[in-house]
């Protein structure tokens, strides 16, 4: 988990609500990623970012929106929480493609909808 | 669909025994990659084999890569009840830039 930090660690929020989570990176690696993790589905890729101001869609990206204002920072947004979003939310990191593209993945946020 | 796909879903075996994980793709790749996660916490980037090399070891780790046949296998020697974790393969998909593809996962427990 070294270099990437997720805040909050936890949150209950209530179906309706805005709800944003942050990863934060000091390793000022140009990819980052947002995942949800559910039983049953692995991981799967919300939002990535290939730079600043750079995002683009994953497989479920349904009911988020993401921004990256700055490099060590990515942030997604639920707009307006459901109950089929409480889930464990994992930010993750990479230099890029061509590069390996190996991920750093930060510790997670379990995210829990009423 | 998961591009990776693991099997088993659950592994349990003893102490010092081999413990064997494989996943399968779909469509081609540039690399494949095995992450660990112990529970609670983040993926563990592992080992990494690119699509033109056909085994890799890492101390206790050795992967294999078959592209023909659209698999890989990740071998974990002389367990350790420290290797009680999930086993996640990846693809990096020739057309997905950067973006890797997550199978749900092999559950191996080592008894002690």
């Known amino acids: 988990d070294a270099g990437i930090t997720q805040s909050p660690r936890h949150k209950v929020t209530e179906t309706g609500t805005p709800v944003t989570l942050r990863c934060h990176q000091t390793?000022?690696?140009?990819?980052m990623y947002w995942y949800r993790q559910d039983p049953g589905h692995g991981l799967r890729l919300i939002h990535y970012?290939?730079?600043?101001?750079?995002?683009d869609k994953g497989e479920v990206s349904d009911g988020y929106s993401v921004s990256r204002s700055k490099t060590e920072d990515f942030l997604l947004t639920l707009e307006s929480a459901t109950s089929s979003q409480t889930s464990v939310y994992f930010c993750?990191?990479?230099?890029?493609?061509?590069?390996?593209?190996?991920?750093?993945f930060g510790p997670g946020t379990r995210l829990t909808v009423l | 669909s998961q591009q990776g796909e693991e099997d088993p879903q659950a592994l349990s075996i003893q102490e010092g025994e081999n413990a064997t994980m494989n996943c399968s793709y779909k469509?081609?790749?540039?690399?494949l990659q095995w992450y660990r996660q112990n529970s609670g916490r983040g993926l563990v980037h592992l080992i990494l084999?690119?699509?033109?090399?056909r085994e890799k070891h890492s101390g206790r780790l050795r992967v294999t890569l078959d592209t023909s046949k659209k698999s890989s296998s990740l071998l974990i020697t002389a367990s350790r009840a420290a290797d009680t974790a999930s086993y996640f393969c990846?693809?990096?998909?020739?057309?997905?830039?950067?973006?890797?593809?997550f199978g749900e996962g092999t559950q191996l427990t080592v008894n002690p």
């Open positions: 990846a693809t990096d998909a020739k057309t997905s830039g950067s973006r890797l593809t």
């Open positions: 469509t081609s790749i540039n690399n």
């Open positions: 993750a990191i990479s230099e890029g493609a061509g590069l390996g593209n190996e991920q750093f």
């Open positions: 390793e000022n690696h140009r990819y």
């Open positions: 084999i690119r699509s033109n090399e």
């Open positions: 970012s290939y730079g600043v101001k750079d995002t």
